[in-house]
């Protein structure tokens, strides 16, 4: 029934996309992108990787991916362990994350670019998600876990926005579509190994091993962040033939 659910919502989806969606480029936009010849997904991933601090911010992309992802695929085990927990009561806390994302995305992250800057937001997100993440073994009751859900929820609504407003900034008029989806496909690969090696983790060294090793990945993310990331000037539209 989830499934079933799932694939009638997404037809929804692409049908109002379909009807309401319109095009965000300019006309001149869309004729310089056409006269181009087209590139191959694997050139324009090497090319976004070698461009200065470019890399930086779809490594960082693909890092919180990596440690979600890991997070999302072990919790059910992890909370039937813990807790005794079912299907209901992991939907119910994911619904609860859920809600607390849709918030801050959908609300507070206009607010929060403007006062912090997406810099700022990032390393913020990188460090919330590492304590979420650490909170999570500790968590011995289901007030705790609610504390460290929301610690994570924000961690990444707030991280997630900002890298792809920080790629959006460094890419020209021409090529940020192009560069977005480079962006896109580093989390879509994310997604593959990370709950790979979280499982590997949680099978090889205990439960609590996913949550311990992604706090280190964004601790890390964390020192990096503050000594490489910097705000960038919007990237004028001639970037693109570089």
Avoid: C, H
Wanted: proline letters at 5%.
């Amino acid at each position: 029934t989830p499934a079933f659910v799932a694939a009638a919502l997404s037809a929804i989806a692409l049908v109002l996309t379909l009807a309401l969606l319109k095009e965000s480029l300019s006309p001149e936009v869309r004729a310089r992108l056409a006269a181009k010849p087209p590139k191959k997904r694997w050139t324009q991933f090497r090319e976004a990787l070698q461009r200065p601090n470019m890399g930086l911010l779809i490594a960082f992309t693909f890092l919180v991916t990596f440690v979600f992802s890991g997070m999302e695929t072990t919790f059910a085990m992890w909370s039937e362990r813990k807790f005794g927990w079912g299907p209901e009561q992991n939907g119910y806390l994911f619904a609860y994350a859920g809600l607390l994302s849709a918030g801050i995305q959908g609300g507070l992250i206009g607010r929060l670019a403007k006062k912090f800057g997406e810099r700022t937001l990032v390393i913020q997100g990188a460090g919330a998600l590492a304590l979420g993440m650490l909170l999570i073994p500790f968590s011995n009751s289901l007030p705790m876990l609610l504390i460290a859900m929301l610690v994570l929820a924000y961690g990444f609504s707030v991280m997630t926005p900002s890298l792809n407003s920080l790629v959006s900034l460094r890419a020209g008029a021409d090529e940020q579509g192009g560069i977005l989806g480079v962006n896109r496909s580093a989390s879509i690969l994310a997604r593959v190994v990370g709950p790979a090696w979280a499982g590997f983790l949680f099978s090889a060294f205990g439960k609590d091993w996913p949550y311990f090793a992604g706090a280190v990945v964004m601790v890390g993310v964390v020192f990096i962040g503050l000594r490489s990331l910097k705000t960038p000037g919007k990237a004028p539209a001639q970037d693109a033939n570089q």
